[in-house]
């Protein structure tokens, strides 16, 4: 069911990229490679959980302290992505205006 939701996910994501229509060739091409690395940056997120939720329920003793860690880390990076967009989007139009 998981494997089908991030399937479904991904195309999402590769469907909105490749239907993206901009006047400003710059900044579309700029939109189409933000929503594909996204959804990379989302499955990165993805597997880093599901590799936290099978270590916590695993029988074994692991020394995974430090690996909470990298869940918030890879949150902060989605988060960054998503701050990113407005920014290289205020940048390029400044950058095309001058």
Do not use: C, D
Not at 8 to 20: D, E, G, M, P, T
């Amino acid at each position: 069911m998981a494997l089908a939701i991030l399937s479904v996910q991904n195309f999402v994501f590769y469907a909105l990229s490749k239907n993206i229509k901009y006047k400003n060739e710059v900044i579309q091409t700029l939109l189409v490679n933000w929503f594909i690395s996204f959804a990379g940056t989302l499955n990165l997120l993805y597997i880093i959980m599901v590799h936290f939720i099978f270590l916590t329920n695993s029988g074994e003793r692991l020394a995974f302290n430090n690996f909470g860690l990298l869940v918030f880390i890879a949150l902060a990076i989605v988060i960054a992505w998503l701050l990113a967009l407005p920014i290289l989007i205020v940048k390029q139009v400044k950058s095309s205006n001058q």
